[in-house]
């Protein structure tokens, strides 16, 4: 998910938790700024970790069922 500000970032994460604190139970989140041409800043509402991209995936359809926006995004190397 991203947002226009870091605020909004992290008060997208904090009505995450509320809303559904059994699907985020255990993880963290990490609030990452990317430069989109033409657009500017944006902050990308990352949470993890997970064992697995299909424990990844199985968690972001349990988030979408429940309303939210998601996508696996691989890890870094």
């Keep these: 998910?991203?947002?226009?500000?870091?605020?909004?970032a992290q008060k997208e994460w904090e009505a995450m938790r509320a809303a559904a604190p059994d699907l985020l139970a255990g993880l963290d989140h990490q609030i990452i700024p990317a430069d989109i041409a033409d657009r500017g800043t944006f902050y990308r509402l990352q949470i993890g970790p997970f064992a697995s991209r299909g424990?990844?995936?199985s968690r972001c359809n349990a988030l979408k069922s429940a309303g939210f926006s998601c996508y696996y995004l691989a890890?870094?190397?």
Excluded: D
């Design 75 to 77: 890890p870094e190397k």
């Design 55 to 57: 424990a990844a995936n």
């Design 1 to 8: 998910m991203a947002l226009r500000s870091e605020s909004e």
